[in-house]
């Protein structure tokens, strides 16, 4: 063997052992990426839920308004009507009967439209918390996977902890999820 040669071997053996220290860090920066693509996901999902509760919320306060405006107007044709001279009284009464019986039924009708928007906003508020913590764990997770990526670039691994405290701050955010009601 030439000098050449056990230069490179040496050489070789030292970046082999240099690449096996820095194999924890490949590992970490693996699972990182994961957890940012999983959190990703999770975020868009509840955004979606947010938006689809919203809509459905939208819907529910059209149909309110639009029954509110019915039962206005309801109220407004009986009014003209008993103050109208008619020919029939007896079918003028009965008409007037008929809206009083869809004007009880209408209040009704209103106030469990009215509950069921205000479920949905409240479904809205929940996801939109949720959302906003899965935005901030993926930010977090991001700037860990970043962090721990100097550790191959400078070999120190001050930055591979660095990136651990991220990591949990990500982590934790996610968890925290689980609390939002």
């Not at 693996?30 to 919203?54: D, K, N, Y």
């Not at 019915?70 to 003028?92: C, F, I, M, W, Y």
């Not at 700037?143 to 100097?150: D, E, F, H, M, Y």
């Not at 902890?161 to 955010?173: C, Q």
Request: charged residues 25%; without cysteine; glycine residues 4%.
């Amino acid at each position: 063997m030439e000098g050449d040669e056990v230069g490179e071997l040496k050489e070789n053996a030292e970046k082999g052992s240099e690449n096996q220290a820095m194999r924890p860090v490949a590992f970490t920066m693996s699972v990182l990426a994961v957890l940012v693509a999983v959190t990703t996901v999770l975020g868009h999902r509840t955004h979606t839920e947010a938006i689809l509760s919203q809509s459905k919320a939208s819907d529910l306060w059209n149909e309110y308004q639009a029954r509110h405006i019915r039962e206005h107007d309801t109220e407004l044709a009986s009014g003209l009507l008993s103050v109208q001279p008619v020919a029939d009284k007896a079918a003028a009464a009965k008409l007037q009967q008929k809206w009083a019986d869809s004007l009880a039924k209408s209040d009704k009708d209103l106030k469990e439209a009215q509950e069921k928007a205000k479920g949905f906003e409240e479904q809205v508020e929940v996801a939109e918390h949720k959302a906003n913590r899965f935005d901030l764990a993926e930010a977090m997770l991001e700037i860990a996977l970043v962090i721990t990526s100097v550790t191959l670039l400078t070999r120190s691994r001050i930055y591979w902890y660095l990136g651990f405290v991220f990591a949990i701050g990500g982590i934790l955010s996610v968890l925290s999820t689980i609390l939002v009601k």
